[in-house]
């Protein structure tokens, strides 16, 4: 299982970015991914989620907005996030548990600042 995760980058509070994350080595439509973000000095957290079959749950520091979404043919998930706020700085993880063991991506930066 290969998770490649992509999409971060520095922006000013208030701005956007899509996080993207491409799958590979499993049957990507039949199982749930999350993105995790890890603070500096954090702990890694749980951010989002969406189900095989597309339902979504969001931490309440997110929700309203940042989206997350699938696309089963191009094996790929997204993370849309608008209205950054510094506190959103963190590395973010793209994540599935399959097989009964968890597999990351490799993480990308997101940092907000002026």
């Known amino acids: 299982v290969q998770l490649q995760a992509s999409g971060g980058g520095l922006v000013q509070p208030g701005e956007s970015l899509r996080l993207s994350c491409e799958a590979s080595?499993?049957?990507?439509?039949?199982?749930?991914m999350n993105w995790y973000r890890q603070a500096p000095g954090g702990q890694r957290d749980l951010v989002a989620t969406i189900t095989s079959g597309g339902s979504t749950n969001y931490v309440d520091s997110v929700k309203g907005r940042f989206t997350i979404s699938r696309d089963n043919v191009r094996r790929m998930l997204y993370l849309h996030m608008n209205s950054l706020k510094p506190e959103d700085t963190a590395v973010y993880y793209c994540?599935?548990?399959?097989?009964?063991?968890?597999?990351w991506g490799q993480g990308t930066q997101v940092t907000v600042s002026s």
């Open positions: 994540n599935t548990v399959t097989r009964g063991s968890n597999f």
């Open positions: 080595g499993i049957n990507f439509s039949i199982h749930a």
